[in-house]
């Protein structure tokens, strides 16, 4: 039997204008994010009722690649200083900012192309329009 790991971290944090929440969620040691603008900072059983309400609803990026560090069994005291590091490090990942980036920029090229498609059809009709009443004119001679 195959064996998947998911696992899930919100870290909320002030940007200098809203305070904001980036889900990062690794699955199968691959890492999607997903970024949410909460505006005034939220409680913690606001951040506990937005999870349990709207944890399906939200929409994470395309998963990245995520490398892993080697998982060796280390001295407690050790994970402990790590894991408060991590606790003081200011903002996301770079990772799940990275991921953020490139489904903005893969949306920016569909809305792109959505648009130059929209434009090519109006020219389109406007010439069959034009050409309709080139036509009517002659007809009435």
Same mark, same amino acid.
């Given at each position: 039997?195959?064996?998947? !790991?998911?696992?899930?971290?919100?870290t909320v944090y002030h940007d200098g204008q809203f305070w904001v929440g980036m889900f990062? #969620?690794?699955e199968g040691g691959k890492l999607s994010a997903c970024r949410i603008v909460f505006g005034a900072?939220?409680?913690?059983?606001e951040i506990s009722q937005f999870i349990c309400k709207r944890w399906n609803?939200? !929409?994470f990026t395309e998963p990245i690649a995520r490398e892993s560090a080697p998982s060796i069994a280390r001295n407690p005291k050790r #994970?402990?200083?790590?894991a408060a590091k991590e606790l003081?490090?200011?903002g996301p990942s770079t990772k799940a900012q990275q991921a953020l980036s490139e489904e903005?920029?893969?949306?920016a090229q569909q809305r792109k192309a959505e648009q130059r498609e929209q434009r090519e059809q109006e020219k389109r009709q406007q010439f069959e329009l034009r050409q309709q009443k080139r036509k009517q004119k002659h007809r009435g001679k």
């Open positions: 039997m195959r064996e998947i !790991r998911v696992s899930s971290i919100l990062e #969620r690794t900072e939220p409680s913690n059983e609803s939200l !929409r #994970r402990q200083r790590e003081a490090q200011r903005r920029e893969t949306l």
